[in-house]
């Protein structure tokens, strides 16, 4: 049976996620590189790093898309290491979801309803008439006016802005309720226009609400973090406050090296 890391109560309770010597080996190469990381309760919390310093796949063990070599997960003390995907999310950690075809042909009122009424244990129920359940209703309105959604709340998915889909799926991770979300590049292919709305939206994510966030945008990394965790080869290579971090020799020197920028400014 394995063992949780030893903690004291003032840790535990502040810890909501923490990866405990995590490893991935694809063949002979090593993706994921003994990481560590802690994710404090109501954390704005950052990963960085060049292109194929393993971020990805990092989300991907802690979500449980990909087993891990050795190492644990822990959300809320619980070892999670083993859990199937969707026991995870039903224990609050979620990642922003891909829309891609699954929602096309449903509006965002509809989707939201039926991830909200799935959580609530609705199931099937969501097929009839959305007036159905008030609560499920109301839950769906509040999240179409905090992401934004409420003047295309009837519109089919296919036809919105690139910009409304991606908040479209911070508002469906957000309905299943986590404690701990994980946003994977969420301004990645927004257009400028509508960068803007999508990064206040960001911003204002309730704070009970811990967030882990991979970025290459640095603007919008220093903007939110108030931790930045970088990652380079796989491994941890430092971890500190954005001011630290954007005046860290190492880090800079690592960017350069691999033909990137570490802009703050």
């Known amino acids: 049976m ?7 109560q003032a840790n535990v309770e502040t810890t909501v996620l ?27 919390h950052a990963l960085i790093g060049p292109n194929g ?23 809320q003390g619980e070892d999670i290491s083993q859990l199937a995907p969707h026991r995870r999310v039903q224990k609050g950690l979620v990642r922003t ?33 959305l007036g159905y359940r ?3 209703v109301q839950r769906a309105e509040e999240l179409l006016a905090l992401f934004h959604l409420t003047e295309v709340h009837n519109q089919v998915t296919s036809k919105m802005p690139y910009g409304k889909r991606r908040l479209l799926e911070m508002a469906i991770a957000l309905a299943c309720e986590p404690s701990v979300l994980l946003l994977d590049e969420p301004v990645a292919g927004v257009p400028a ?9 960001v911003a204002s994510l309730p704070k009970d609400v811990s967030v882990l966030l991979i970025e290459h945008d640095m603007d919008l990394v220093f903007d939110f973090a108030e931790t930045i965790t970088v990652l380079v080869n796989g491994a941890v290579l430092t971890e500190g406050t ?9 880090v800079k020197a690592v960017y350069l090296g691999h033909g990137e920028a570490l802009h703050h400014g």
């Not at 310093?53 to 959300?75: C, D, E, R, W, Y």
């Not at 075809?101 to 989707?111: A, I, K, R, Y």
């Not at 226009?193 to 939206?201: A, D, P, Q, S």
């Open 134 to 136: 008030a609560d499920v």
């Open 193 to 201: 226009g509508e960068r803007e709305e999508l990064l206040r939206t």
């Open 97 to 129: 979801f891909q829309i891609n075809q699954l929602f096309d042909s449903m509006t965002p009122l509809e989707t939201l309803a039926m991830v909200i009424s799935q959580q609530k244990g609705g199931g099937a129920n969501v097929w009839r008439p």
């Open 18 to 44: 923490e990866t405990h010597d995590l490893m991935k080996k694809f063949g002979g190469i090593t993706a994921t590189d003994h990481v560590s990381l802690k994710l404090r309760h109501g954390a704005r």
């Open 242 to 250: 954005p001011s630290e971090i954007a005046n860290d020799a190492r």
């Open 53 to 75: 310093a393993g971020k990805t796949t990092l989300l991907n063990l802690m979500t449980g898309v990909l087993p891990q070599t050795s190492g644990q997960i822990f959300l």
């Open 2 to 8: 394995s063992k949780v890391p030893k903690m004291s």
